[in-house]
């Protein structure tokens, strides 16, 4: 294991493991950098114009309420608001659950299109056990949490919304997972976001590595056709 600071010899094979979830090998160990604790502290006082700032956040606010980007909106005050509001967007899930059971999707989609598939997606569970179709997450960078809630376990419901959210998905060129991986569920639908190129490069990866296949076996990658 090295532990120089800089080192460009060769590939960086620590790269291929990092969103492997586990197919390739297993980290025995690291190599941490530990930052000494300062010998003195120094504080600086900086000013800044609040009232100029929420103007700007006023304006910016009104601008998107009036291309229809969102319908509604407000603005933190204070320290104690900033945490409601986040205590409010935490518990999304836990909220949807008192539904009963909730159909979770994790995709990562153009900003143009972002909440295109909530309203795609209500249309087509309508007259279903489907409750309600929600959208939240993290719009700075595309990641969409698509939540659909019902009484129970649904097959006929699960039809309706697979494949077709990932199908919509790809068709906008993004990703049927953006956070959370692949894992057993997702990996028959990696295909329509992998060129069959990269699948098998991938998979000439996992052979390399694991030429047992017992490294997370099952895993992300769907068999060879």
Same mark, same amino acid.
């Given at each position: 294991?090295?532990?120089?600071?800089?080192?460009?010899?060769?590939?960086?094979? =620590?790269?291929?493991?990092?969103?492997?979830?586990?197919?390739?090998?297993?980290?025995?160990? &690291?190599?941490?950098?530990? &930052?000494?604790?300062?010998?003195?502290?120094?504080?600086?006082?900086?000013?800044?114009?609040?009232?100029?700032?929420?103007?700007?956040?006023?304006?910016?606010?009104?601008?998107?309420?009036?291309?229809?980007?969102?319908?509604?909106?407000?603005?933190?005050?204070?320290s104690a608001r900033v945490k409601e509001l986040w205590r409010l967007r935490e518990?999304?899930?836990?909220?949807?659950?008192?539904?009963?059971?909730?159909?979770?999707?994790?995709?990562? +989609?153009?900003?143009?299109?972002?909440?295109? +598939?909530?309203?795609?997606?209500?249309?087509? &569970?309508?007259?279903?056990?489907?409750?309600?179709?929600?959208?939240?997450?993290?719009?700075?960078?595309?990641?969409?949490?698509?939540?659909?809630?019902?009484?129970?376990?649904?097959?006929?419901?699960?039809?309706?919304?697979?494949?077709?959210?990932?199908?919509?998905?790809?068709? +906008?060129?993004?990703?049927?997972?953006?956070?959370?991986?692949?894992?057993?569920? =997702?990996?028959?639908?990696?295909?329509?976001?992998?060129?069959?190129?990269?699948?098998?490069?991938?998979?000439?990866?996992?052979?390399?590595?694991?030429?047992?296949?017992?490294?997370?076996?099952? =895993?992300?990658?769907?068999?060879?056709?």
């Open positions: 294991m090295q532990t120089l600071r800089k080192d460009n010899t060769g590939l960086d094979l =620590k790269q291929l493991f990092i969103g492997s979830e586990g197919i390739l090998g297993v980290i025995t160990r &690291v190599a941490i950098q530990c &930052v000494p604790r300062p010998c003195s502290t120094c504080v600086a006082f900086l000013g800044s114009n609040e009232d100029a700032l929420e103007e700007s956040l006023l304006r910016f606010l009104d601008k998107c309420m009036s291309h229809s980007h969102i319908s509604d909106g407000t603005m933190a005050k204070d518990s999304i899930g836990e909220a949807l659950r008192h539904d009963g059971y909730v159909y979770k999707y994790d995709i990562s +989609v153009p900003l143009a299109t972002y909440m295109d +598939v909530v309203a795609l997606v209500r249309e087509r &569970v309508r007259g279903t056990s489907a409750m309600r179709v929600c959208g939240f997450g993290h719009m700075g960078d595309s990641n969409l949490h698509l939540n659909i809630t019902a009484a129970g376990w649904d097959e006929a419901l699960l039809g309706r919304i697979e494949p077709f959210v990932y199908e919509w998905t790809a068709s +906008v060129r993004g990703s049927i997972s953006a956070e959370h991986g692949i894992g057993l569920h =997702k990996k028959r639908f990696l295909h329509l976001c992998k060129t069959p190129a990269a699948l098998e490069a991938m998979r000439s990866l996992k052979r390399a590595f694991d030429p047992l296949g017992i490294l997370n076996p099952y =895993k992300m990658l769907p068999p060879s056709s």
